[in-house]
Nanobody, 127 residues
Framework: QLQLVESGGGLVQPGGSLRLSCAAS????????IGWFRQVPGKEREGISCISSSGGSANYADSVKGRFTISRDNAKNTVYLQMNSLKPEDTAVYYCAARLGILYRDYLPPLSEYDYWGQGTQVTVSS
């Protein structure tokens, strides 16, 4: 069964850091670009970052640029999202998703372009 599983969420104070992981089982991520999304109740799921299959390129939404870093370890079949300088407005459920295809510069693929999704992990930024 093809699965993506997020982990690493939790409660953190403003200004703190968290690292989310997205692990794949049942398939290899080597050929997939991986995106991170987040969603708060009542709002659309927002794409915040994406990394190419090789890890050679990555794109970010303006809301997280300079604070979040996406990376991947294909040997571990895992993608990471390092989140620094967290703000209360970063509170959301975070999802990872996988898609085949080229990642173009400055392009964050929309939800419809992803093939597989994880179940999400809650991140809460609060004092």
């Amino acid at each position: 069964q093809l699965q993506l599983v997020e982990s690493g969420g939790g409660l953190v104070q403003p200004g703190g850091s968290l690292r989310l992981s997205c692990a794949a089982s049942g398939f290899t991520l080597d050929y997939y670009a991986i995106g991170w999304f987040r969603q708060v109740p009542g709002k659309e799921r927002e794409g915040i970052s994406c990394i190419s299959s090789s890890g050679g390129s990555a794109n970010y939404a303006d809301s997280v640029k300079g604070r979040f870093t996406i990376s991947r370890d294909n040997a571990k079949n895992t993608v990471y999202l390092q989140m620094n300088s967290l703000k209360p407005e970063d509170t959301a459920v975070y999802y990872c998703a996988a898609r085949l295809g080229i990642l173009y510069r400055d392009y964050l693929p929309p939800l419809s372009e992803y093939d597989y999704w994880g179940q999400g992990t809650q991140v809460t930024v609060s004092s």
